[in-house]
């Protein structure tokens, strides 16, 4: 079992920049699928990035390719997610996630393991 714990969230102007930290603890993170979701008010939680256990291969939606990176640190036990250039409509809580499938990484139901989800608010 992991545990995950969101921060570095907060609010920030359009085009400026913010970094996530998911941190893991109880198993290694690398053994792990970890994405992070997003949920916007009034809609559904979406997926947003997420990184393959092992190799480490990226995927994203589309609307924050070459904005945003998710990358991990194994010694640290932590996955992050660099986000430059935020528009409004990045606003939401995000979530990160874990699971030891490696599959369906844009799937919420594949993941077993959810934090507890940090604010980002980006102002126009």
């Known amino acids: 079992q992991v545990q995950l714990v969101e921060s570095g969230g907060g609010l920030v102007q359009a085009g400026g920049s913010l970094r996530l930290t998911c941190a893991a603890s109880?198993?290694?993170?690398?053994?792990?699928?970890v994405g992070w979701f997003r949920q916007a008010p009034g809609k559904e939680r979406e997926f947003v990035a997420a990184?393959?256990?092992?190799?480490?291969?990226?995927y994203y939606i589309d609307s924050v390719k070459g904005r945003f990176t998710i990358f991990r640190n194994n010694a640290e036990n932590t996955v992050y997610l660099q986000m430059n250039n935020l528009k409004p409509d990045d606003t939401g809580v995000y979530y990160c996630?874990?699971?030891?499938?490696?599959?369906?990484?844009?799937?919420?139901?594949?993941?077993?393991?959810w934090g507890q989800g940090t604010q980002v608010t980006v102002s126009s």
């Open positions: 990184i393959s256990r092992y190799d480490s291969t990226s």
């Open positions: 996630a874990a699971d030891r499938t490696g599959t369906a990484v844009n799937v919420m139901r594949s993941y077993d393991y």
């Open positions: 109880g198993r290694s993170s690398s053994d792990y699928k």
